[in-house]
């Protein structure tokens, strides 16, 4: 029998190339874009799409019913910097959506979930670099304190109701199809467009605050291969960690200066350095290799490439 999936919050940075790869991979008719807005014309001309705030239970319902929904992406969240500054929309947000998706699956309306987590699940007493699997977690942002609870939300279905909800502890994504949407990794994505429109770029970070990244092209086929994988593979019902590489401001603008000698930068920490001083610098996604033969592609050298790529041709 076919299956049809549904992407919720479709078109923010991950949700559209997302909700386009899983449509060259099963058909466009069989991946339902929702969002409260509308997205970009490739998305919204690729297949079908509703609106849609998955805070409502019933609006939710209905879609699903409607489209014979077996597989829900819950890609819809408010991110790390926002989120400093709306806590309650923030947290209501998260945790409703999450509770909505969690409790549909529990009632067999749909089969899988996909829920991702993030780096920001960890703080400030976590150990930085290599940061194990299971260690110290005490989140010190409205954002990852969301995200943990929803860990724990999404093992406890599993255990107590076998919900087969899979989770990945995302880093800092870096695409050029769609800007990011208010995280404190947004830096990565931002120089990128600066150094071609204007050789220069004023960083919201200091210059060696080192964060764990990923490409999207890795963190999509991530998505895909957790996702893919034979039920008995995934052991882990909270959130994977997940790795590619790990850069500081400073070593992000010499990969660009290599390729645009004139590229200048320089820094003006703001309130999101302190979010990021929270969080580990490198993490070991051991785990993920080992249960679902996870290995990124992407180092720092290949995303420079293709973003400058990328970004040039489409200007
Ligand atoms: N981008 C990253 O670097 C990163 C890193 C770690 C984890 N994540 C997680 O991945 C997920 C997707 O992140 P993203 O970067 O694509 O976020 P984004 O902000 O770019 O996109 C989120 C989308 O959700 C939509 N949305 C907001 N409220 C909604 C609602 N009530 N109903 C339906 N849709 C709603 C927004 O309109 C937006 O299009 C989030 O859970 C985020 O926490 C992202």
Redesign the pocket.
Known sequence: MPKYILI????????TELTLTLREKHGGDHVIA????E?NDELMQSGPFEI????NYDALEEVIAYYEISEVY??????SATAEKFPMRAWN??MN?LFNVLNLAKDKKIDKIF??????VFGPNTPKDDTPQNTIMEPSTV?GIS?QSGERWCEYYFNKFNVDVRSI?????ISWK?M????T?DYAVEIYHKALAEKSYTCFLEEDTKLPMMFMDDAIRATLQIMEAPEENIKERSAYNLAAMSFTPKEMAESIKAVIPEFKITYEPDFRQEIANSWPSSIDDSKAQKDWNWQAEFDLEKTTKAMLENLKNRV
């Open positions: 919720i919050g479709a078109c923010g940075q991950i949700g929702s969002d409260i807005r997205g849609l705030d998955a805070t819950l890609m819809a969240a408010m991110l947000l998260n959506t829920w991702p987590s993030s780096i920001a954002y995200k502890r995302y880093p800092g994504l769609t990011p949407g208010g995280g990794t």
